[in-house]
């Protein structure tokens, strides 16, 4: 049977095919969604004051009728459309910056209500105000609270106003309410009826307020649960593998290190040792910071699932990353008995069959690879444990398919971009969390500059003296071809600018993911061995490459990166004996502000917990892969401590009612279903 809230939205009067195929447009296609489709912002036309009493300085609230409208002037590139608007108590000009189209509602003589900050220039002013024409539904748009809506698709805000107080009316009593009275009074949260009725049309901007409170806690309760009933699926329903660590197993892992762990190395295998001695499949996230020490972790764990005569395997995003990962562990079991093989895509035919049949027969205990560890005909002969690194690069489906290839393996997931908590609450809550939040000894600082383009010239100077002194350099750009479209810079274009005009004395190499597998295995070696003096690049050099001679990273367009990618390329340098320099090269002056941060701090926390504010969560280490919804209300860095009420209450119902089996949660469950469904589907993933 169809919910009422799940009704077409032409259910709502006045709305017809035209209207609802516009609504379609916004992602507003039931009654539910319509309902849920919440004001960006409140203006209080409650308190609208004489024009002779606003205050410069202030958003203020009036009512006027147009005088008279002077299109057409210019500042700078934009036209600016001028309004006199004037009460029995004087005049204020209304002005709109680059909107002519304007001009055929302001007809002298229409009355307005305009909203907007007050200034004062030639002459008392309000500036790109939001208006509406006054006519005969003033109630719903005249002096009150009145929501404004992120419409669009041709929705004026008056009839968006009409059609939210039809939509209340008929169907607001019915919304089913998922919060008990006693989570509610526990929690001080409005009744959804209420709440719905009040961020729509509020009695005062506090009723608006509490209204949201309770509405950006429902949102993070359903998504909590959701992350519980996940966790608990893993936990519960999935038998795994109870590795032994003992003594011996330990004392001959640890031989296999020449250097002494970190604090924080030490409590991640902790944690992953105790996982792995339960009988159910580990699903743990490892983040750290660039340079932090995760392969060596997630090489502890891979060899006490060998060492308990299971296969262990590690899947990489890219080719570079992969071989890395492998010239590092063959390095680490040099004179063992551990049998390896790298597995990459693009092999011939008989090498493929050769390599496809080594992992279905046990003949090989550790395997490295990319994507191609996942294709349809490798089988493993007995997988004990799958480590995912760089695991934000992989869509769910694809980490899915790397744990099945065993019965219910155990699977570390590792990032090195870090986590804010909000979203380590919420698109990674179905993970143990394992964090390393301290470098090795000998790691050099890296003195992090924001190169404006007056100071290009230092910046080129700077990689000059480096280079002289014997050291290397990358020098990053973000496409690969130029474009006749754009003025962006290109790698295959730079280099040889750069090797012919800039550094001519010194080998300048090309590395970039549409090169061929045999030329970026030459120009990685190049570069290695010093043969290479520059390494001109794309970010395929983001996570794989490690040259402990490389002391400049230089970005172009750097203000067209994620913060956290750029603290990611800048981990590439740093990592040998000499201090390091990262240029950060930016188009314009202003640009520079929004970098700035990373020339303040090397944490990688912080960059993080900025790098979300801005680019929001499903920009932000690819969370849509993670069935992360978009917010129809609240903020995952302002609201922390609302989701983590929420998490708390979510975690303890799921504990008390595993299936939400009680008549009390049928509600919570049908919207646990419908928003979550699949992640609920994919609970075995990390």
Same mark, same amino acid.
């Given at each position: 049977?169809?919910?009422?809230?799940?009704?077409?939205?032409t259910e709502v009067?006045?709305v017809g095919s035209?209207?609802?195929e516009r609504?379609g447009?916004?992602?507003v296609?039931?009654v539910g969604?319509?309902?849920?489709?919440l004001p960006?912002?409140?203006q209080d036309?409650?308190q609208?004051?004489?024009?002779?009493?606003?205050e410069?300085?202030?958003?203020?609230a009036?009512?006027?009728c147009?005088?008279?409208?002077?299109?057409?002037?210019?500042?700078?590139?934009?036209s600016?459309?001028?309004?006199?608007?004037?009460?029995?108590t004087?005049?204020?000009a209304a002005l709109?910056?680059g909107m002519?189209?304007l001009?055929k509602?302001?007809?002298?003589g229409?009355?307005?209500?305009l909203?907007g900050?007050v200034?004062?220039g030639r002459?008392l002013s309000?500036?790109?105000?939001e208006?509406?024409?006054l006519?005969d539904?003033?109630?719903l748009?005249?002096?009150?609270?009145?929501?404004?809506?992120?419409a669009s698709a041709?929705?004026?805000?008056?009839r968006?106003r009409r059609?939210?107080?039809?939509?209340?009316?008929?169907?607001?009593p019915?919304?089913?309410?998922?919060l008990s009275?006693?989570?509610?009074q526990?929690r001080?949260?409005l009744g959804?009826?209420?709440?719905?009725?009040?961020?729509?049309?509020?009695?005062a901007?506090?009723a608006?307020a509490l209204?949201?409170r309770?509405?950006?806690?429902?949102?993070f309760f359903?998504?909590e649960?959701?992350?519980?009933l996940?966790?608990?699926?893993?936990?519960t329903?999935?038998a795994?593998?109870?590795f032994?660590?003992?003594?011996r197993i330990?004392g001959?892992?640890?031989?296999r290190f020449?250097?002494r762990?970190?604090?924080?190395?030490?409590?991640a295998?902790?944690?992953i040792?105790?996982?792995?001695?339960?009988?159910r499949?580990?699903?743990?996230l490892?983040?750290?910071?660039?340079?932090?020490?995760?392969?060596?972790?997630?090489?502890?764990?891979?060899?006490?699932?060998i060492?308990n005569?299971?296969?262990?395997?590690?899947m990489a995003p890219?080719?570079?990353?992969a071989e890395?990962h492998f010239h590092t562990?063959?390095?680490?079991l040099?004179?063992s008995?551990?049998?390896?093989?790298?597995?990459l895509g693009?092999?011939?035919a008989a090498e493929?069959?050769?390599?496809?049949g080594?992992?279905a027969?046990?003949?090989?205990d550790?395997?490295?690879?990319?994507?191609?560890?996942?294709?349809r005909?490798?089988?493993f002969a @007995?997988?004990g444990?799958a480590?995912v690194?760089e695991?934000?690069?992989?869509?769910v489906l694809q980490r899915?398919r790397?744990?099945?290839?065993?019965t219910?393996?155990d699977?570390?997931?590792?990032?090195?971009t870090?986590?804010p908590?909000?979203?380590?609450?919420t698109?990674f809550?179905?993970?143990?969390l394992s964090?390393?939040d301290?470098l090795?000894?000998?790691?050099?600082?890296?003195?992090t500059?924001?190169v404006p383009?007056t100071?290009?010239?230092?910046g080129?100077?700077?990689?000059a003296?480096?280079?002289?002194?014997?050291r290397?350099?990358y020098i990053?750009?973000?496409?690969v071809?130029q474009s006749?479209?754009?003025?962006?810079?290109?790698?295959t274009?730079m280099?040889?600018?750069?090797?012919?005009?800039v550094?001519p004395e010194?080998?300048?190499?090309l590395?970039h993911?549409q090169l061929k597998?045999?030329?970026?295995q030459?120009?990685m070696?190049?570069?290695?061995s010093g043969?290479?003096?520059?390494?001109?690049?794309?970010?395929v050099v983001e996570v794989?490459l490690?040259?402990?001679?490389?002391?400049?990273?230089?970005?172009?367009?750097a203000d067209r990166y994620?913060?956290s990618?750029?603290?990611?390329?800048?981990?590439?340098i740093?990592?040998g004996e000499?201090a390091?320099?990262c240029?950060l090269?930016?188009?314009?002056?202003?640009a520079?502000?929004?970098?700035?941060?990373l020339?303040e701090?090397t944490d990688g926390f912080?960059i993080?917990?900025e790098d979300?504010?801005?680019?929001?969560p499903?920009?932000f280490?690819g969370?849509?892969? @993670?069935?992360?919804p978009p917010l129809a209300?609240?903020?995952?860095t302002?609201d922390?401590q609302?989701l983590?009420?929420?998490?708390?209450?979510?975690?303890?119902?799921?504990?008390?009612d595993p299936?939400l089996a009680r008549?009390?949660h049928?509600?919570?469950?049908h919207?646990?279903?419908t928003?979550?469904?699949?992640?609920?589907?994919?609970a075995s993933?990390?």
């Amino acid at each position: 049977m169809v919910q009422p809230l799940e009704q077409p939205v032409t259910e709502v009067k006045g709305v017809g095919s035209a209207v609802a195929e516009r609504l379609g447009q916004l992602g507003v296609r039931s009654v539910g969604d319509l309902l849920w489709h919440l004001p960006r912002l409140h203006q209080d036309r409650s308190q609208v004051k004489p024009i002779a009493q606003v205050e410069v300085g202030q958003q203020e609230a009036v009512v006027g009728c147009v005088r008279s409208v002077a299109p057409g002037w210019r500042r700078g590139r934009k036209s600016v459309l001028s309004a006199i608007i004037e009460d029995a108590t004087g005049q204020i000009a209304a002005l709109w910056f680059g909107m002519p189209y304007l001009s055929k509602h302001l007809k002298p003589g229409t009355r307005l209500i305009l909203w907007g900050k007050v200034t004062m220039g030639r002459r008392l002013s309000l500036l790109a105000p939001e208006f509406e024409i006054l006519g005969d539904d003033e109630p719903l748009n005249a002096q009150r609270i009145v929501p404004i809506y992120p419409a669009s698709a041709g929705i004026g805000q008056k009839r968006f106003r009409r059609l939210m107080r039809a939509a209340l009316d008929a169907f607001g009593p019915g919304v089913p309410e998922i919060l008990s009275p006693d989570l509610r009074q526990a929690r001080r949260l409005l009744g959804i009826g209420e709440a719905l009725e009040q961020i729509h049309f509020p009695e005062a901007m506090g009723a608006a307020a509490l209204a949201r409170r309770r509405l950006v806690y429902e949102q993070f309760f359903v998504l909590e649960t959701a992350v519980a009933l996940r966790k608990r699926a893993i936990q519960t329903d999935l038998a795994g593998v109870a590795f032994t660590i003992n003594a011996r197993i330990d004392g001959r892992i640890r031989r296999r290190f020449p250097f002494r762990l970190t604090a924080a190395q030490e409590r991640a295998i902790a944690e992953i040792c105790t996982d792995m001695m339960r009988p159910r499949p580990m699903n743990r996230l490892l983040q750290g910071d660039v340079g932090s020490g995760k392969t060596v972790v997630a090489a502890y764990a891979m060899l006490v699932a060998i060492a308990n005569g299971h296969q262990a395997a590690l899947m990489a995003p890219t080719e570079i990353l992969a071989e890395q990962h492998f010239h590092t562990l063959e390095s680490l079991l040099a004179g063992s008995r551990v049998r390896t093989l790298l597995h990459l895509g693009g092999a011939a035919a008989a090498e493929r069959r050769r390599r496809i049949g080594a992992i279905a027969s046990g003949e090989v205990d550790l395997v490295v690879g990319t994507h191609a560890l996942i294709q349809r005909d490798v089988e493993f002969a @007995h997988l004990g444990i799958a480590v995912v690194d760089e695991q934000h690069k992989f869509g769910v489906l694809q980490r899915a398919r790397l744990r099945w290839k065993g019965t219910h393996p155990d699977v570390l997931v590792m990032t090195a971009t870090p986590i804010p908590r909000s979203l380590a609450l919420t698109a990674f809550g179905d993970l143990d969390l394992s964090t390393l939040d301290e470098l090795p000894p000998g790691r050099q600082p890296i003195a992090t500059r924001v190169v404006p383009p007056t100071q290009r010239h230092d910046g080129f100077r700077l990689v000059a003296r480096e280079l002289a002194a014997g050291r290397q350099a990358y020098i990053v750009y973000p496409l690969v071809d130029q474009s006749d479209a754009s003025d962006i810079k290109a790698a295959t274009t730079m280099v040889e600018h750069l090797q012919r005009d800039v550094f001519p004395e010194h080998c300048v190499g090309l590395l970039h993911g549409q090169l061929k597998a045999d030329e970026k295995q030459k120009q990685m070696a190049d570069f290695r061995s010093g043969a290479a003096r520059v390494l001109v690049c794309t970010t395929v050099v983001e996570v794989g490459l490690d040259v402990p001679n490389a002391t400049v990273m230089m970005v172009e367009h750097a203000d067209r990166y994620g913060l956290s990618q750029l603290h990611q390329l800048r981990g590439r340098i740093g990592r040998g004996e000499h201090a390091s320099h990262c240029l950060l090269m930016v188009d314009e002056p202003e640009a520079s502000e929004k970098i700035a941060i990373l020339a303040e701090t090397t944490d990688g926390f912080r960059i993080a917990e900025e790098d979300l504010k801005r680019r929001g969560p499903g920009e932000f280490v690819g969370t849509r892969q @993670h069935g992360l919804p978009p917010l129809a209300v609240g903020d995952f860095t302002e609201d922390i401590q609302l989701l983590m009420e929420a998490r708390h209450d979510a975690f303890q119902l799921v504990e008390a009612d595993p299936k939400l089996a009680r008549k009390a949660h049928r509600a919570l469950r049908h919207a646990v279903r419908t928003h979550h469904g699949d992640a609920i589907a994919l609970a075995s993933v990390g």
